[in-house]
């Protein structure tokens, strides 16, 4: 309620500010002077929230002042939300929440860890088998995921070894950004060849825990190497199975970007199908 209160505070005050300006400074290198008599009981709670003094601004110090309370309050809302979330031993446990916060008794862990694998069909492109390892000690934690592309009896893969970093903790909606060394290995002579090099992985995955016993989940990376790109996105539905095990399924898409052959490969070729798996929570 006080963080509410607060960033109601802070818009109304940023609209009479605006107001005033627009009003009485005539000049952009004018310093801003206003008598604000008429926002006095505002002032005043504002001044006891924030433990600051609005007598004479210039515009520019008005503005970094309105911007750093701004990003205080954010940047504290955002680290009360991660910094206390915690998590139940598996999603919808005792058909209870997944996530919740410190002060709620029903999850208790400060981590969670899951590992899946999972095959997928690519038309006119490969198959694929993906094996993942994630988790999240509080906010942070590791992700390590190896791909392997087939096609017919020539096979490609990678590992990728990063981590990963909450932006968004709760049940309706995760959001988590992540990065990691790509490394390739047992490379065909093949039009899925990626490199000879290390690469480098960024992405953004998407859970939502919105309806016992389903799980949403949404990803998409992008792989870059000296020679080539992937782009790689997967939507899933999961489905709880027992306790700890999670059976999903879904779309799987890959895009292919070869920069060394003919200029019709200059561009992401793309290339959809279909997966499916199981995921362990521990």
């Known amino acids: 309620m006080n ?29 801003l002077t206003f008598d604000y008599s008429a926002v006095q009981n ?10 600051i003094n609005l007598t004479t601004f210039s515009a520019d110090s008005l503005a970094d002042s309105i911007f750093q309370i701004i990003f205080d309050l954010a940047t504290e809302m955002w680290q009360n939300l991660l910094m206390e979330t915690r998590f139940a031993n598996y999603p919808y446990q005792n058909d209870g ?6 002060s709620d008794s029903e999850c208790t862990r400060i981590s969670r860890w899951s590992i899946s694998t999972e095959f997928g069909s690519i038309a006119n492109f490969c198959y694929t088998n993906t094996s993942t390892f ?23 893969g990678f590992v990728d070894l990063g981590g990963q970093l909450a932006i968004v903790h709760l049940n309706p909606v995760c959001l988590y950004v992540f990065a990691a060394v790509n490394i390739p290995y047992s490379m065909d002579d093949s039009n ?9 992985t960024v992405g953004a995955s998407l ?18 190497y000296n020679e080539s790109d ?18 999903y399924g879904g779309w799987k898409m890959i895009g292919r970007k070869d920069t060394t052959v003919a200029e019709n490969y200059q561009k992401f070729n793309f290339y959809h199908g279909f997966k499916g798996g199981l995921r362990l929570y521990f």
């Open 97 to 102: 929440k997944y996530i919740s916060f410190s």
């Open 134 to 156: 994630e988790g999240m000690l509080v906010c942070i934690g590791p992700f390590v995921q190896n791909t392997i592309l087939k096609d017919n009896s020539l096979m490609t």
């Open 230 to 247: 992937y782009l790689f996105g997967d939507a899933s539905l999961g489905y709880m199975l027992i306790n700890r095990v999670e059976l």
């Open 42 to 51: 505002f002032n005043q709670n504002f001044t006891q929230d924030f433990n």
């Open 207 to 224: 859970k939502s825990y919105f309806k016992k016993p389903f799980i949403l989940e949404g990803r998409i990376s992008y792989t870059s």
């Open 192 to 200: 899925m060849k990626v490199s000879n090099a290390n690469g480098t």
């Open 3 to 31: 963080s509410l209160k607060k960033t109601v505070s802070v818009l109304i005050f940023t609209l009479i500010a605006t107001t005033a300006f627009s009003a009485e400074n005539s000049s952009k290198n004018s310093p």
